[in-house]
């Protein structure tokens, strides 16, 4: 049994591989045929579900939600909060070519998902492009730019098509203003940019 493996706090299921040295913090469960390569730092209270691999050098915060078959590659970074739906991929070379394969980590192009943002099933987010802190992209989205925070973002390629709160309920803004339905937070919104207030 691996050092991680035993470590108090943190589940490995038996089927699931993690490679040291790797950091996982407490509270984080690993499910079945899951693999977890080196240099691999992961945050306190994250659950990565069934079939789920996590590239060398990715980090990832704490809380983070990875649903069945999601493979985080190599640039890759996922900041607190951050939930993963089903099957959704994530890129990380722009110009992929068999014959002349581009693997060293200077060739990985960045791809940031800020706090909170939710990604749904079968979206994919093509490299190099940042997710706004508590962005929702929608099941089956094709993320082709940067999305801004709160935005809601759909369809191939993705667009925006409204706003959502830090807690996740859809807003409706008047004169440039919003207050979530559901809790006490308000926004102001200036063109694509919203922002707490």
């Not at 509270?27 to 691999?40: A, D, E, L, P, R």
């Not at 925006?160 to 440039?176: D, H, K, M, T």
Request: proline share 4%.
């Amino acid at each position: 049994m691996s050092a991680i493996a035993s470590q108090a706090g943190v589940f490995i299921h038996e089927s699931a591989y993690v490679d040291e040295p790797a950091t996982i913090g407490n509270g984080t469960k690993i499910w079945h045929f899951s693999h977890v390569m080196k240099n691999v730092q992961i945050g306190e209270n994250c659950s990565f579900g069934q079939n789920v691999f996590v590239a060398s050098n990715v980090r990832i915060g704490r809380n983070v939600k990875v649903q069945n078959n999601v493979s985080i590659y190599e640039g890759v970074v996922l900041e607190d909060d951050v939930f993963c739906g089903p099957s959704m991929v994530f890129t990380n070379v722009l110009t992929p070519r068999s014959g002349h394969p581009r693997n060293q980590s200077s060739d990985y192009s960045i791809t940031r998902v800020r706090r909170g943002a939710s990604i749904g099933a079968n979206a994919t987010i093509v490299c190099g492009h940042t997710i706004g802190a508590h962005a929702f992209i929608g099941a089956g989205a094709v993320v082709t730019s940067d999305i801004p925070d709160y935005a809601i973002a759909l369809g191939c390629p993705a667009r925006i098509v409204g706003y959502a709160c830090e807690c996740g309920l859809r807003l409706q803004f008047e004169s440039g203003r919003a207050r979530c339905p559901g809790c006490p937070r308000e926004y102001e919104r200036a063109g694509e940019l919203v922002s707490g207030i």
